[in-house]
């Protein structure tokens, strides 16, 4: 493409996974920074904290005692969002209406040394991470009751995480939540009208241009998305159509522990601190249906904009009209790029 004017003059780019628009304003990034900085946290924690309810052999709140696990340690969350257990109910009061929803709420613990995060960790250590989550993928779809499986992470304080012990979250519900939905329908309209995968076509695409490439390897690559909402928004994509991660092979799954590894160690080297972002994998559905127009991916949304101090917030117009960004998705990768 090489378009000078998308580094130019405002404009919009179509977010072709959930259909909607992000408002790019490359002129913006010129302005000066009259905003709010803060006091930049760098503590080295120690590999073990006696007070740490998600390390290995200790007391959580509910008085179970945590394994002396060596690497990763999966439970059911204490304080789970969705309740296995609710009761069946709806209601349809005029314009008033509620159905009810379970699902099954867990914690990974990616490893017993309470100072990492994905970053310290090498993608054999990562690997093991993957793992354990295509195992949680599986059984919790397996279940009836079950028909999506949302993987994520909340990195850091900003991000609303409560415990710095490197761990992420499983969410499982009977109903597809709302971006899954928006995702759905977007790849499904397109593998009918094309016969094939939406996300697919899109990758062979950024591939044949090399303007928002990050890393590769045999298996996946890790990109700026051409309409990343974030500054420093990445997407890792499998080169291969899979529909989830369990059609990885265990070649596959270390190559992906490896753009795990690549993308968070530069994010790190960004402002020289621990990034923060929350990551997520949206993968094909566990309703039984045939999924094959979903093509899984792993996305990065951090909100750090222009040191470690200064953050993106969604306000103002991004809460009444539409996302907006500054820094373009092609800025963002030469400066990601040059940190590897």
């Not at 990050?214 to 080169?239: C, G, H, Q, R, Y």
């Not at 070649?251 to 997520?280: L, W």
Request: net charge negative.
């Amino acid at each position: 493409m090489n378009n000078t004017d998308l580094q130019d003059y405002s404009h919009k780019r179509l977010n072709i996974l959930t259909g909607e628009w992000v408002l790019v304003s490359p002129h913006r990034a010129k302005r000066p920074w009259q905003g709010q900085n803060e006091a930049v946290n760098n503590e080295v924690r120690p590999s073990y904290d006696e007070s740490c309810y998600l390390c290995a052999g200790n007391t959580r709140i509910n008085g179970e005692v945590n394994p002396n696990y060596e690497d990763v340690f999966v439970f059911t969350n204490d304080f789970a969002a969705l309740q296995s257990d609710s009761k069946t109910f709806s209601v349809n009061d005029g314009l008033l209406t509620a159905e009810s929803e379970t699902g099954i709420c867990k914690v990974i613990c990616f490893s017993p040394d309470h100072s990492k995060s994905l970053a310290d960790m090498n993608p054999k250590e990562i690997e093991k991470v993957v793992v354990a989550w295509q195992k949680e993928y599986k059984e919790l779809g397996d279940n009836p009751n079950i028909n999506y499986v949302q993987i994520f992470e909340n990195k850091g304080a900003v991000m609303g995480c409560s415990n710095p012990h490197p761990h992420g979250q499983i969410w499982s519900q009977s109903t597809l939540p709302n971006e899954v939905l928006k995702k759905n329908t977007q790849q499904l309209n397109y593998f009918n009208k094309n016969n094939s995968s939406l996300l697919g076509d899109y990758l062979k695409q950024e591939l044949e241009k090399q303007e928002r490439i990050i890393f590769e390897n045999d298996s996946f690559v890790v990109l700026v998305p051409f309409w990343a909402v974030w500054p420093f928004e990445t997407m890792i994509v499998p080169k291969k159509h899979q529909t989830n991660i369990l059609e990885m092979d265990a070649n596959e799954a270390y190559q992906y522990a490896e753009a795990i590894a690549v993308i968070t160690k530069a994010y790190d080297k960004i402002f020289n601190t621990s990034f923060p972002y929350s990551s997520g994998i949206h993968q094909a559905p566990t309703n039984g249906e045939d999924n094959k127009h979903w093509h899984w991916h792993m996305s990065f949304y951090p909100p750090l904009l222009r040191s470690a101090t200064v953050k993106k917030f969604m306000v103002g117009y991004e809460m009444f009209g539409s996302p907006q960004r500054d820094i373009t998705a092609e800025s963002a990768v030469k400066m990601i790029r040059e940190l590897l």
